[in-house]
């Protein structure tokens, strides 16, 4: 099918299939029926106001940072009081834009925040993002819940805020792809200690949910999230989450064209038409995907698979056993749902791809076009 897709839509292309994203949304849905669950999906991982449609309907609020991600959700229908505004360094400006909207929920991030734009505001529903000092054992750029990281308050200057009376819940977020529960339990337990403190009912207890990039891993274990985590969270009148990968990252790949294979005395280059323009993650996190050639080759070789970008850093995998691939064959990169088209950008001048939906009942859509040259440069005066 994707064979067919490309030679339809072109590459590099984008793909994603709506079936994954409600097994992915079921799967989470269940481990949270027996608490006061408000679902949201994060939207930093993949804005598509498609999309987002898609996971709204099968009953998910939004977690957003700003303004952009605030317009997507407009687009895809999606009321202010689903939404939650996140983020640590929100203006006034964004903040009457989330009023006239009627964005509902709001995570504070620091005391200054609190001063500046909550101290007198009475409309909206106020979270106060707490930092549990909790090391999430992942990626140092994807942990945000240790003393050191620029998100949140320590418990000391929460109590300052939650004295106020202002504060209707706690929020926390220690960091993106934790495949184990202890970091989840300690953390959350250690939030509820504080919640009782101050008869805090609502917590937003955010994302981080950890999934198989590499055949060897293994994702977080629901099951065993239910049994540990959920009975920690019956009380709270709302419970909150804010997942992102765990749902949209294994319901997208990315189909590349490889343009041509360079052997050096010192090793083989995969080099193909997109690299960190198009998927930054291996770049920026050293990040894992799989990648299968679609060819009848039987011989492996040992490659970087590279862009075709000035930067050394320009990859999307180092050192990786494939099967020899020809130019023209297709590279499938997989689980890219996720902080792919996201964080995709036009360094050297490169354009960003199509993006399709693959529907339920089998057919294929644009949801959005690819860019053409000019579109880099409609903002330009000259």
């Not at 200054?112 to 930092?131: A, Q, Y």
């Not at 000035?310 to 691939?325: M, Q, V």
Request: aromatic share 10%.
């Amino acid at each position: 099918m994707v064979k067919k897709l490309i030679e339809k839509y072109g590459t590099p292309l984008y793909i994603y299939y709506e079936e994954v994203i409600e097994k992915r949304i079921k799967k989470v849905k269940e481990v949270f029926k027996n608490v006061n669950f408000f679902p949201t999906f994060a939207v930093k991982a993949n804005n598509n106001p498609n999309l987002l449609r898609i996971i709204h309907k099968n009953g998910f609020g939004m977690d957003i940072l700003g303004e952009g991600e605030l317009y997507a959700c407009k687009l895809a229908g999606i009321p202010g009081d689903k939404i939650v505004w996140n983020g640590n360094g929100k203006t006034t400006k964004q903040k009457e834009k989330m009023k006239e909207y009627g964005v509902k929920y709001v995570n504070i991030d620091s005391v200054e925040e609190f001063e500046n734009l909550w101290k007198n505001d009475d409309e909206f529903t106020l979270f106060l993002r707490v930092n549990p000092d909790i090391d999430a054992k992942t990626h140092p750029y994807i942990s945000t819940g240790l003393k050191n990281h620029k998100f949140g308050v320590s418990f000391d200057l929460a109590e300052k805020i939650l004295k106020t009376g202002k504060i209707q819940g706690l929020h926390i977020h220690i960091g993106s792809q934790i495949t184990t529960i202890e970091p989840f339990k300690e953390a959350i337990e250690k939030t509820l200690e504080l919640a009782q403190k101050y008869n805090i009912n609502k917590i937003n207890i955010g994302g981080g949910w950890g999934i198989k990039y590499k055949k060897e891993e293994n994702e977080l274990n629901l099951e065993k999230y239910k049994k540990e985590i959920i009975p920690i969270l019956t009380n709270f009148e709302m419970v909150i989450n804010e997942i992102g990968r765990f749902i949209i990252a294994p319901a997208g790949i990315l189909a590349i064209k490889v343009i041509l294979v360079k052997e050096t005395e010192n090793k083989n280059f995969v080099v193909t038409e997109s690299g960190m323009n198009h998927l930054i993650r291996p770049a920026l996190y050293n990040a894992y995907h799989e990648i299968e050639v679609l060819n009848n080759q039987e011989d492996n070789i040992t490659a970087d698979v590279v862009g075709p970008l000035c930067e050394s850093g320009d990859f999307l995998a180092k050192n990786r056993k494939i099967k020899k691939p020809n130019p023209g064959d297709i590279l499938i990169v997989k689980n890219v749902g996720a902080y792919g088209y996201s964080m995709a950008n036009n360094y050297n001048g490169t354009t960003r791809p199509v993006e399709i939906l693959i529907k339920k009942d089998g057919k294929d859509l644009i949801i959005r076009k690819g860019e053409e040259i000019s579109d880099l440069y409609k903002n330009v005066i000259i």
